[in-house]
């Protein structure tokens, strides 16, 4: 059975940083792209990164380009998101994905973590 589970989300102030983990398991996603997406409250879910199974390409929607960075470690079958300079509207259940079209239509996806930003 192949769950992702998400760590690392919270509350913080406008400003700070936190550190997202995904850590997958049932299946090895070496060969598969990973990514994150996020709901906020009343709204759809959205694309938020995504990196290729190398860790050699990463994708971004435009409002985190240059806050936001993700990694993975493929030994470890797990994906991050930092988040630094966080925004009120940053605010929202962030979701672990993987597989399939990973940014549009990912195969798997993770059980989410609140992340709460402060004004």
């Known amino acids: 059975q192949v769950q992702l589970v998400e760590s690392g989300g919270g509350l913080v102030q406008a400003g700070g940083s936190l550190r997202l983990s995904c850590a997958a398991s049932?299946?090895?996603?070496?060969?598969?792209?990973m990514g994150w997406f996020r709901q906020a409250p009343g709204k759809e879910r959205e694309f938020v990164a995504a990196i290729s199974w190398s860790g050699g390409s990463t994708y971004y929607t435009d409002s985190v380009k240059g806050r936001f960075t993700i990694s993975r470690d493929n030994a470890k079958n797990t994906v991050y998101l930092q988040m630094n300079s966080l925004k009120p509207e940053d605010t929202a259940v962030y979701y672990c994905?993987?597989?399939?079209?990973?940014?549009?239509?990912?195969?798997?996806w993770g059980q989410g973590t609140q992340v709460t930003v402060s004004s």
């Open positions: 994905a993987a597989g399939g079209a990973v940014t549009r239509r990912p195969d798997y």
């Open positions: 049932g299946r090895t996603f070496s060969s598969d792209g």
